[in-house]
C-alpha cells in the first residue's frame, strides 16, 4: 500500500483537483484498489464524488476519534472517507490525535474483505496544524500542486521545512514524490514562467514523453501533461 498525501499550505492551486482526478486515474486506468481520503473541513473532495455529501457515513472524524469503521463504496475498487466542517475540531485537540490517521488507514487496510488498498490518496486542507501533520505522518510520499506564479510559489519553503520536520519527528520515510505545476498557460515554457530553481538534470514530463530541464529549455517546451483540448495543462517535476 503506497499512501499520498496532497498538500501545500495554499490555497487554490487544484489539490482537491489533483487528488480527485490522481484517484480516478488509479481506479479507471490502472485498475488499482484505492482509497480516497478528504482531511479537509471544507469537504470539497466529498462531494466531488458523492451527489448528496450529507449521505456521507465514513467520516475522517471517526478516525480521529478512534471509532471502528470501514471507508464508503463508490465503485468496485474505490473507497472514500469523507468530511465536512466538523472535522475542524481536531485542530482544538492534543497533538496526538495527529497519530490516529495512520493507525485507522493501516486498520482499515488489514481488515478490508479483499487485499487491501493498492494505494491511499489524501486531500489536505490548506494550512499548517494538526490534521497537516496528520496526513504527513501517515503518508508516504507527498505531491505538492503549485501555481506557477511568485505568490504562490513563496509559501513552498515553509512547506519543505514542515515535511523534513515530520521526517525528522515521526516519519523518516517520507519524501517528495514531485511537485505538480497546475494552471499552466501553455503558451510559455514552464521552467521561465514559474521562476523554478530546477536544476539541468530534473526529470520533467512532457508532450513528447520524459525530458530534462536542459533539453525542454533547448526545445522551448511548455511541460504539461493531460491538457484535454486545449484545456488546463498541468506540469510535473520530479527529482
Known amino acids: 500500500m503506497i499512501t499520498i498525501a496532497v498538500a501545500n499550505q495554499k490555497g487554490g492551486v487544484g489539490k482537491t483537483t489533483v487528488a480527485f482526478n490522481l484517484s480516478n486515474i488509479l481506479v479507471n486506468i490502472h485498475r488499482q484498489r484505492v482509497l480516497a481520503v478528504d482531511n479537509d473541513p471544507q469537504g470539497n473532495l466529498t ?84 490534521l497537516h501533520l496528520a496526513a504527513l505522518n501517515a503518508a508516504d510520499f507527498v505531491l505538492i500542486p503549485v501555481k506557477p506564479s511568485p505568490y504562490a510559489l513563496a509559501g513552498m519553503t515553509d512547506l519543505f521545512r514542515t515535511i523534513e520536520s515530520a521526517r525528522k519527528h515521526f516519519n523518516p520515510n517520507l519524501s517528495v514524490v514531485g511537485i505538480i505545476i497546475n494552471q499552466v498557460d501553455g503558451r510559455k515554457p514552464v521552467i521561465e514562467y514559474a521562476g523554478l530553481k530546477a536544476t539541468e538534470d530534473h526529470n520533467v514530463w512532457t508532450d513528447h514523453g520524459w525530458q530534462t530541464v536542459a533539453a525542454c529549455k533547448q526545445l522551448g517546451l511548455a511541460i504539461r501533461v493531460g491538457g484535454i483540448e486545449g484545456h488546463a495543462a498541468v506540469a510535473i517535476i520530479l527529482s
Do not use: W
Open 47 to 130: 462531494s466531488s464524488f458523492l451527489e448528496d455529501p450529507s449521505k456521507l457515513d465514513a467520516h475522517a472524524l471517526k478516525a480521529y476519534n478512534d471509532e471502528t469503521f470501514m471507508p464508503m463504496q463508490i465503485s468496485e475498487n474505490f473507497y472514500l472517507i469523507g468530511s465536512n466542517i466538523t472535522l475542524a475540531q481536531v485542530a482544538e485537540r492534543d497533538f496526538q490525535v495527529i497519530f490516529k490517521l495512520r493507525e485507522t488507514i493501516k486498520r482499515i487496510d488489514a481488515g478490508s474483505v479483499r487485499s487491501g488498498f493498492d494505494y491511499v490518496v489524501i486531500d489536505c486542507l490548506p494550512s499548517f496544524g494538526h
